[in-house]
């Protein structure tokens, strides 16, 4: 059969392939168990020595996880995926595999403030860190040096979603023999496949977009299996699994994803160019929008369109925020994003509480700036709730 499309291919995520008789379930089955048992010891043996194929114990495999792992794998054109049980996980055990202490990561200077946190702990265990602004080319390749081991990047960053060249990144990168990692989560494999780019490791939160739903935390990380291997040998020691029923209802959520990432992609779309031009907002943040820095590259980097994700900043910073989270009816207060309905966060208090002071004002991190995550409803009735709640501030 030829490729299939992300609109076919989703819907047919983790359909059952084995015969289990005269007839296969519709939906793949949860293997809602901790371990496996064996009636005999060389069985065991041989399953554990990995000369025969089988499960042990759930946090080193198991049939449900395996499942979402591949189906991950297609979505992302990867070799392999190793699932876990949060987008930090998936990072953590990403960053331990690839970097040795006395080496060094370069990182993004705009990071999910959950990851910044990461890498400040990473320093405490004798790994180098350096911060870059990853959309300016010439500053990325003047700060990579021979200890660079490891480049981090957001496709779309949070919360200014400036998009990176991930192709031109990964060139830089490995012209200074250092590995590409790119946190694919606001993008989902709907907008962008990095690995096929030149990016040599993916990991999103599939708390988000991919899941869907708001109804589970996982993480995953997918590249060559090269890479892969040592990366999931210490992902089961550090004891990042998921639980099979996270899994299963990722699998579930994925069905959808092209259909979600469609419409809320095209709903962040229609409010940021009507917010753009209201009289309470002194910007907004959003790559389809021609004025957004990187546009262009947006142009380059993502397909089908711009990503569910923008910021806007309030001309009466803090109490103009607040007015907007306590007015808005339907877009509620969330400090999560990527359900089916659009929610709204505060960077300042939530996502990016962790950074210093400087580090908030350096990224744009104020009272007035507010991030919204679109969801799939209709947009007239989102752009209503959102005109109400400004205008009630006027
Ligand atoms: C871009 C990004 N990466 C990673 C994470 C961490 O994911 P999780 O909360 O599933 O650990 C988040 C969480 O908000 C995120 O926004």
Not at 362 to 377: F, N, W
């Amino acid at each position: 059969m030829n490729r299939l499309r992300l609109h076919t291919l989703a819907p047919h995520l983790g359909d059952e392939e084995d015969d289990t008789g005269v007839s296969r379930p519709l939906v793949a089955p949860i293997y809602q168990t901790s371990a496996f048992s064996f009636d005999d010891l060389e069985t065991a043996d041989q399953v554990q020595s990995g000369t025969k194929a089988g499960y042990i114990y759930s946090r080193m495999g198991n049939p449900t996880i395996a499942r979402l792992e591949q189906a991950l794998a297609q979505c992302e054109g990867a070799e392999d995926a190793l699932v876990t049980a949060s987008g930090m996980a998936a990072i953590t055990a990403s960053m331990l595999s690839l970097v040795r202490p006395g080496e060094r990561i370069l990182a993004g200077h705009e990071l999910y403030g959950g990851t910044t946190g990461l890498l400040k702990l990473m320093g405490d265990f004798g790994i180098m860190v350096d911060y870059v602004d990853t959309s300016q080319m010439e500053s990325v390749s003047s700060s990579l040096n021979e200890k660079t081991r490891l480049v981090l990047a957001e496709t779309i960053t949070n919360p200014r979603v400036a998009v990176a060249d991930v192709a031109r990144l990964a060139s830089c990168a490995h012209a200074a023999g250092a590995y590409l990692m790119v946190d694919n989560t606001f993008a989902t494999p709907y907008h962008c496949q990095p690995l096929a780019q030149g990016a040599d490791l993916v990991v999103h939160s599939l708390t988000k977009f991919i899941g869907g739903h708001g109804d589970l935390t996982g993480g995953v990380c997918l590249g060559r299996s090269e890479i892969m291997d040592s990366i999931r040998s210490n992902a089961t020691l550090l004891g990042a699994a998921p639980d099979p029923f996270a899994a299963w209802l990722t699998l579930r959520g994925m069905k959808t994803l092209a259909l979600r990432m469609e419409k809320s992609s095209a709903n962040a779309l229609y409010l940021a160019e009507r917010l753009r031009t209201h009289s309470a907002v002194e910007e907004v943040y959003y790559p389809g929008l021609t004025a957004h820095p990187t546009h262009d590259v947006a142009r380059r980097t993502l397909n089908r369109g711009f990503g569910a994700m923008f910021s806007l900043r309030l001309k009466g910073g803090t109490r103009a925020a607040q007015a907007l989270v306590e007015r808005s009816r339907l877009v509620r207060f969330v400090p999560s994003l990527g359900d089916v309905a659009t929610t709204l966060s505060y960077p300042l208090t939530t996502s990016h509480r962790g950074l210093s002071a400087h580090e908030q004002v350096q990224l744009g991190i104020t009272g007035g700036l507010i991030r919204i995550s679109t969801g799939i409803e209709d947009p007239r009735d989102l752009w209503d709730d959102l005109l109400g709640a400004l205008d009630a501030e006027d």
